[in-house]
């Protein structure tokens, strides 16, 4: 569920990041969570860890790509 406003359409690098985010909040048990309240309902803890996360596979994704 995505809410634009002001009529800004989404790039292809925000829909990435968001289906990445909504991926891992799944995987951390969270989806629900945030289905019912929001992203906003996290925890600061919660809301890092899924950050930590998004970095960690980014950086995978980029070191796979770059090898030889």
């Known amino acids: ?21 909504y991926e891992i909040a799944e995987e951390l048990g969270l989806l629900d969570k945030v289905e019912k309240y929001g992203w906003g309902s996290l925890t600061a803890e919660e809301t890092g860890r899924i950050g930590g996360y998004m970095a960690h596979r980014k950086r995978k994704k980029r070191e796979k790509l770059t090898r030889p």
């Open 1 to 21: 569920m995505l809410i634009l406003t002001k009529e800004r359409k989404k790039t292809n690098i925000e829909d990435l990041k968001g289906s990445l985010k």
